[in-house]
């Protein structure tokens, strides 16, 4: 059974919704307008709200029978870009855009929400959560953190991104990682400034920067096992303001990408010993300061093995579901919900469009009959009704 009959009913409210959302987008912990939208819904279809966590965070409750609870995971908030495309639903909102297909994450939420509340064909309990900030802001964690596994206690937490570049109806889910851990770090080097005509007057930083840069990338080549994944990336050097002063001080700045959270620990470690040690070999001093970001994103083995039969069942096909798909070194905060409870995260095609985060990327409305279906069929054969 692909499509659920009764979800393609709705495909033309759930496009218009889709559509309104992304003519209107709101970037972090400001998704007032949305998350009003998504309350009301919510409501519409007799469903309990809540609402504040994270402070646009919203929760559905919908209860049938005495069965376990779950949750499942839309975000909701757009990104800080202008959109470039001419689509007749374009973002109305100056340097906001739907860029992420955050929009259809909540609209296919929706669509579930609303086929499983008119149907109720599970034993148990499911918390919708629709959470504000995904976009480098942690509104998952705030919503952990505001005590979202109290409130709404929930034995298994599931999450769904949409993938540009893979068929409309398929799907990708693999146990382990998903996405990666994110870390950014920031380096000062001071050294000495002089006349750039005299530098044995001085200690050049930018030469010591330059070797920190180069020496930095031998961290993945060098350090780590090369069957391990690991990203360190030099993004920004700013140095200096004019061509005849050497500089006193310089800031590198740039973030770490990896899967294994213990070789994750050791990279605080390992950056301040590669850049105190060229600072001293040059004369000058360095320091790091290091912000831990997301986690990464792992799904827990049974959950994984339950998803992938959802989404073959949904795909209409095995062939549909790739089971190993490369993870991502993206990350994602929905990885802070999977370190409280087991759950699945997966990817689910978004066909030919242009590329997450790109000025012309728009979801795909043939998508929401798809995750919609899938949301559904997970509730109604995890919450099943004994027979
Ligand atoms: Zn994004
Ligand atoms: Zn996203």
């Known amino acids: 059974?692909?499509?659920?009959?009764?979800?393609?009913?709705?495909?033309?409210?759930?496009?218009?919704?889709?559509?309104?959302?992304?003519?209107?987008?709101?970037?972090?912990?400001?998704?007032?307008?949305?998350?009003?939208?998504?309350?009301?819904?919510?409501?519409?279809?007799?469903?309990?709200?809540?609402?504040?966590?994270?402070?646009?965070?919203?929760?559905?409750?919908?209860?049938?029978?005495?069965?376990?609870?779950?949750?499942?995971?839309?975000d909701m908030d757009a990104l800080p870009m202008a959109e470039t495309g001419d689509l007749p639903h374009r973002s109305t909102n100056e340097n906001k855009m739907h860029a992420c297909g955050h929009d259809g994450h909540t609209t296919m939420l929706l669509g579930a929400a609303k086929y499983l509340a008119e149907t109720k064909n599970f034993d148990g309990t499911v918390h919708f959560i629709f959470q504000p900030a995904e976009e480098g802001h942690g509104g998952g964690q705030v919503m952990v953190q505001d005590g979202l596994f109290d409130l709404f206690p929930a034995e298994e937490v599931y999450g769904m991104h949409n993938m540009p570049g893979m068929a409309v109806g398929e799907f990708a889910v693999r146990p382990g990682p998903m996405m990666a851990g994110r870390d950014n770090f920031e380096i000062r080097i001071r050294g000495k400034g002089s006349h750039a005509a005299m530098p044995h007057w001085g200690v050049d930083p930018v030469i010591v920067g330059a070797n920190v840069v180069m020496a930095m990338q031998t961290i993945t080549s060098r350090n780590i096992d090369p069957q391990?994944?690991?990203?360190?990336?030099?993004?920004?050097?700013?140095?200096?303001?004019?061509?005849n002063v050497i500089p006193?001080?310089?800031?590198?700045?740039?973030?770490?990408?990896?899967?294994?959270?213990?070789?994750?620990?050791?990279?605080?470690?390992?950056?301040?010993?590669?850049?105190?040690?060229?600072?001293?070999?040059?004369?000058?001093?360095?320091?790091?300061?290091?912000?831990?970001?997301?986690?990464?994103?792992?799904?827990t083995v049974e959950q994984s093995a339950f998803c992938a039969e959802v989404a073959e069942e949904v795909a209409?096909?095995?062939?549909?579901?790739?089971?190993?798909?490369?993870?991502?070194?993206?990350?994602?905060?929905?990885?802070?919900?999977?370190?409280?409870?087991?759950?699945?995260?997966?990817?689910?095609?978004?066909?030919?469009?242009?590329?997450?985060?790109?000025?012309?990327?728009?979801?795909?409305?043939?998508?929401?009959?798809?995750?919609?279906?899938?949301?559904?069929?997970?509730?109604?054969r995890r919450l099943a009704k004994s027979a």
């Open 316 to 380: 209409g096909g095995a062939d549909k579901v790739n089971l190993n798909p490369v993870p991502s070194m993206g990350a994602e905060d929905f990885s802070y919900m999977l370190l409280e409870r087991p759950g699945c995260y997966i990817w689910t095609g978004n066909g030919e469009s242009a590329g997450l985060h790109h000025p012309e990327y728009d979801f795909n409305d043939q998508a929401l009959l798809h995750g919609a279906s899938y949301w559904s069929r997970l509730v109604e």
């Open 248 to 299: 006193h001080e310089i800031t590198l700045k740039g973030t770490c990408r990896v899967f294994d959270p213990e070789l994750r620990e050791t990279l605080p470690g390992r950056i301040t010993h590669i850049i105190e040690g060229i600072a001293g070999t040059y004369g000058a001093t360095a320091e790091l300061e290091y912000f831990h970001g997301y986690p990464a994103t792992v799904n």
């Open 1 to 74: 059974m692909p499509i659920i009959n009764r979800i393609s009913d709705f495909h033309e409210e759930l496009t218009a919704w889709r559509r309104d959302l992304h003519a209107h987008p709101e970037i972090a912990f400001e998704e007032h307008r949305t998350s009003a939208i998504v309350a009301e819904r919510l409501k519409e279809m007799g469903i309990e709200v809540h609402q504040g966590l994270a402070g646009t965070g919203v929760v559905g409750t919908l209860r049938s029978g005495s069965g376990p609870a779950i949750g499942l995971r839309a």
């Open 228 to 243: 391990q994944a690991l990203v360190v990336s030099i993004t920004q050097f700013q140095a200096g303001d004019t061509f």
